[in-house]
């Protein structure tokens, strides 16, 4: 966060401290100064006097420089061409914004104020900027004037919209908003003062999902008058204005939700403001906090940023308690739409299977190429890939047959029926059922015995285990029962080392007695803890948020950041809640910024195969990170650390969550040399789908899975600091991944669908969302699919998924959610 220059503070603000005069004094105040004429036509001077007088006169409610600037980067990132402003007062945030809109190429800027002479004193002060032909300042209340906009034809959309007015018409504005589609997906907010005690309402609307915003809906509860949780004083200011004004009632959009995100600024006034991640759905966007609200001092106030996005597009999930009848229909409808597209697939097929024999494609004359020469230089191992069901399966399946390997697979399935795409793939020799593990101790032995079996059987030299959480410790067994009774090699950890990285607890005390840096964390169970730990973090100056262990409806979304300035607040506020032995919380330090996944292979505790990625929305998009970009270096090196800290234990794949501080990886991107903070999550022991990224890098195999087989070299460095390490194999053509049937559904059949809704997608969403579908087919690779293996991409849709389907349809399984990668069905 930037330095608050104090120089710059604005004065003291005082008991009344707007509509006494003082607009119209600063108005005197600018156009008396001596230097008035280099002034007009230059928005920043314009704003500078604004300031001056705010510092050496007299109090400004005004966004101020630093809270400005996060809107005005902002501004200069989205490039609306339509920009609105609810409460412009005496113009700042106007100016200031307008300047930014007409800077990124934008055309219009609506300033809506509800005072007609504060609405006087920006048209004065825009014109003074010399921005009266982009900004529009509108005087009446703000719902009446956004209706009127609307009717008139004159504001039909707006790309970004800046709440600053009336606390409890944030909501109800806003819904008003939606029903007239002037916000949409895409629409990017900014609301100041929204965290509790702030705006509950506002703040609870924009975080709610589509299923409770549907249900409110449906109640239509009467939203004329302000919500009782005002606070005090707000509320008494509020009481006065409502005999002038009714607070407007709309049914809004439910089906758009928002995503959001906090960043630290400060005050005019150059109090520090601190900020917290809300929580980020689909794309990232700024929650920015201030310490004082607008109806003032004694609350927080914050500025959220919010980014509406399509969720007309996601279906209404289902849940245990939607009934049988919805669940049935929705099994239907999938096995329709594999039904549907099943002539098209079979033609594209066909046609692959044509184009194999005219073409020789690189993946299979790689593995002719290197068979042919076996004799000499390649001895061809017969490896065994567990979880071949699964993209990461299939794709390491592949890619050992491409070296030159004998693959033979493995993977769940009922007895007889091949439903498994992997079992069909032509990269596999043979392919064996594996026993589930059930959780008793016989399952885990059945499920040993049966990979041992196979290893026995099939003389496997090598044992990729691909397998999913489920199985993760049973893998563990099964690696030691191994490499116990026979020579096979298994890239799999033991049982201690997986339990230890797969359990959070232990993965964070483990991080930190490597040295590395993790997420603070601290377990509380009562008040008096949870204010010593928050006194004893102040000097830090870092943020933690009070999560409760558990489900509790009432304090979920509470993300005020603590602890406050005074001690006092910081009381007030932990006595508020509910906190015992029975009740437990965390106080976690609040990170501010993106989330990043790898995977990497480890082999005697060396990285020898890494990908760094963004975190995509349901991990079912992947695109790399470049290597020798600062994100992915310092992902490496953490890994590597890791990795070489125990290298008898590490060996397997290994995988990790990172969050890094936003304004931290804006700079890393800028700067490849960067040291970066990572905040490790997660530690998955086991193959990420990211592993997809290496379909066209068989190297991988030779470097680093065959190296498991020779034998091991002098240890390597210990990890330390300034260890240096050889560096890894990484993907060298990475492609952008997605699966068509997941992209399918999301980009073109529910947005298609949905424009037959009430509340549906405007038609040009529904393009949008089909250019991007576009995009994925033409420049992106499909997960599955591949012109030379073409049956697991049809099997997988047209076997698997339906077999599922018809399962569950006739068992009555209700499940809300699917991954076509990992082929999971989500319970509910
Ligand atoms: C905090 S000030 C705005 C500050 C301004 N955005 C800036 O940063 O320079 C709030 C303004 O909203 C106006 N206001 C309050 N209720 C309103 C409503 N319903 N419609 C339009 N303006 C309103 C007030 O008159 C006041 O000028």
């Not at 109806?295 to 597009?313: M, N, P």
């Not at 990497?600 to 990908?611: C, Q, S």
Request: net charge neutral.
């Amino acid at each position: 966060m930037a330095q608050f220059d104090q120089s710059k503070a604005y004065a003291e603000q005082e008991e009344v401290f707007f509509d006494d005069g003082r607009e119209l004094e600063l108005l005197h105040y600018v156009y008396g100064k001596p230097e008035i004429e280099e002034i007009r036509g230059n928005p920043q001077k314009v704003l500078a006097a604004i300031d001056e007088f705010a510092r050496t006169k007299k109090y400004l409610m005004n966004v101020g420089e630093l809270k400005g600037k996060i809107v005005t980067d902002l501004i200069s990132e989205v490039k609306p061409e339509t920009m609105v402003e609810l409460g412009g007062y005496i113009g700042y945030s106007c100016i200031l914004y307008a300047d930014a809109v007409r800077k990124a190429g934008g055309k219009r800027y609506f300033s809506l104020e509800r005072d007609p002479v504060f609405g006087a004193v920006i048209a004065s002060l825009v014109d003074l900027a010399g921005l009266s032909d982009l900004v529009k300042v509108i005087i009446g209340s703000s719902a009446v004037s956004i209706q009127r906009l609307h009717s008139e034809g004159i504001l039909k959309h707006v790309d970004m919209m800046f709440l600053d007015h009336y606390k409890p018409a944030y909501k109800t504005d806003l819904k008003l908003c939606e029903e007239l589609k002037i916000v949409t997906p895409g629409t990017v907010l900014a609301a100041d003062n929204v965290i509790k005690p702030g705006n509950p309402p506002y703040l609870e609307y924009v975080r709610s999902s589509v299923a409770e915003k549907r249900k409110a809906a449906e109640a239509s509860s009467d939203e004329s008058n302000p919500d009782t949780r005002f606070a005090d004083r707000t509320s008494k200011q509020y009481a006065n204005r409502q005999a002038e004004e009714k607070l407007q009632q709309s049914k809004g959009n439910p089906n758009l939700v928002y995503e959001s995100k906090l960043i630290n600024s400060y005050e005019p006034s150059g109090v520090p403001v601190t900020c917290e991640n809300g929580t980020a759905i689909h794309r990232a966007i700024v929650e920015l906090s201030t310490e004082l609200s607008w109806s003032y001092r004694d609350q927080q106030t914050w500025l959220l940023l919010c980014h509406a996005s399509v969720v007309t597009v996601t279906p209404v999930m289902l849940t245990a308690e939607s009934s049988r009848l919805a669940h049935a229909l929705q099994n239907i409808k999938l096995l329709a739409l594999s039904f549907f597209f099943l002539p098209l697939d079979t033609f594209i097929l066909f046609f692959s299977y044509a184009v194999r024999i005219l073409v020789a494609f690189p993946a299979t004359s790689h593995r002719a190429r290197v068979r042919s020469t076996y004799t000499r230089y390649f001895e061809p191992r017969t490896v065994l890939v567990t979880g071949v069901g699964m993209t990461k399966g299939l794709v390491l399946a592949r890619l050992f047959f491409i070296a030159g390997h004998n693959v033979i697979g493995a993977d769940f399935e009922p007895p007889f029926l091949p439903i498994t795409c992997g079992h069909v793939s032509r990269s596999i020799k043979a392919f064996h059922r594996l026993a589930k593990p059930d959780g008793t101790r016989e399952g885990s032995a059945r499920y040993c015995q049966s990979i041992l079996d196979i290893v026995r059987k099939e003389k496997v030299d090598l044992w990729v285990s691909c397998s999913g959480v489920a199985s993760a410790v049973e893998d563990g067994q099964a690696k030691e029962m191994i490499e116990l009774l026979t020579k096979c090699k298994a890239v799999q950890y033991n049982v201690a080392t997986t339990q230890k990285l797969h359990e959070k607890h232990s993965f964070t005390e483990y991080t930190k007695s490597l040295g590395l840096t993790v997420p603070e964390t601290h377990t509380i169970t009562s008040k008096t803890a949870a204010l010593r730990v928050l006194e004893d973090v102040r000097p830090s100056g870092k943020k933690f948020i009070m999560k409760f262990i558990g489900t509790d409806d009432s304090v979920r979304g509470d993300m005020t950041l603590l602890p406050f300035d005074s001690v006092p607040a910081t009381k007030a506020h932990i006595s508020r809640l509910q906190i015992s032995e029975s009740r437990p919380w965390i106080l976690q330090q609040f990170i501010d910024g993106p989330e990043y996944c790898t995977h990497a292979l480890v082999v005697r505790g060396e990285v020898k195969a890494f990908t760094a990625c963004p975190s995509a929305e349901l991990l079912m998009h992947y695109e790399a990170l470049p290597q020798d970009s600062a994100l992915s270096r310092n992902m490496l090196r953490f890994t590597q650390e890791y990795a070489a800290s125990d290298p008898e234990n590490f060996t397997g794949h290994l995988s990790f969550d990172f969050l890094v501080d936003h304004e931290e990886a804006e700079r890393a991107k800028r700067d490849p040399n960067m040291v970066v903070t990572l905040y490790p999550i997660e530690c998955n022991p086991r193959a990420h789908t990211a592993v997809a990224l290496f379909n066209s890098t068989p190297e991988m195999i030779e470097k680093g899975y065959m190296s498991l087989l020779e034998e091991p070299t002098t240890p390597k460095a210990e990890g330390s600091n300034g260890a240096s390490y050889t560096p890894p194999v990484y993907p060298h053509q990475p492609g952008k991944y997605y699966w068509i049937g997941h992209d399918l559904t999301t980009c073109i059949i529910l947005p298609a669908l949905s424009l037959f809704k009430i509340h549906g997608n405007s038609f040009g969403e529904a393009l949008d969302h089909f250019g991007t579908f576009l995009e994925h087919l033409f420049f992106w690779r499909d997960g599955t699919y591949e012109i030379w293996d073409p049956l697991p991409a049809w099997w997988l849709y047209h076997v698997y998924w339906p077999f599922q389907f018809a399962k569950s349809l006739v068992s009555g399984f209700k499940w809300s959610r699917i991954n076509v990668s990992t082929t999971k069905m989500f319970g509910c």
